[in-house]
Nanobody
Framework: VQMVESGGGSVQSGGSLRLSCVVS????????MGWFRQAPGKEREWVAS???????YYADSVKGRFTISQDNAKKMAALQMDSLKPEDTAMYYC???????????????????????WGQGTQVTVSA
């Protein structure tokens, strides 16, 4: 399984970016995809997750500003980031896990160890 993120870059505070994550080599139809981020000197933190039935969850720090979406047929997920702040600066990672590894879409899936596959990350830098 390969996961490739794209769409990162540099933007001023208040700006927007759209991250994409494309999955290849994964054959199953039911899964959860998540976005995490890691700022320099900090631990990786969960940002958002989406199940194949469309149920989404967001960290409080991004709620109302970020939107996670997916295209199940194309096996891809996106993270639309609006009203960006300097504190959103981080390396952003997408992750995926098969539905067999968790109970159901009522689960927030906000922990790193809940995911089986990870991308290499894409850098987002927000200047003041």
């Amino acid at each position: 399984v390969q996961m490739v993120e794209s769409g990162g870059g540099s933007v001023q505070s208040g700006g927007s970016l759209r991250l994409s994550c494309v999955v290849s080599g994964y054959q199953y139809m039911n899964y959860c995809m998540g976005w995490f981020r890691q700022a320099p000197g900090k631990e990786r933190e969960w940002v958002a997750s989406i199940h194949t039935d469309g149920i989404t969850y967001y960290a409080d720090s991004v709620k109302g500003r970020f939107t996670i979406s997916q295209d199940n047929a194309k096996k891809m997920a996106a993270l639309q980031m609006d009203s960006l702040k300097p504190e959103d600066t981080a390396m952003y990672y997408c992750a995926l896990t098969d539905a067999r590894t968790y109970g159901g879409s009522w689960e927030v899936m906000d922990r790193e160890n809940e995911y089986e596959y990870w991308g290499q990350g894409t850098q987002v830098t927000v200047s003041a």
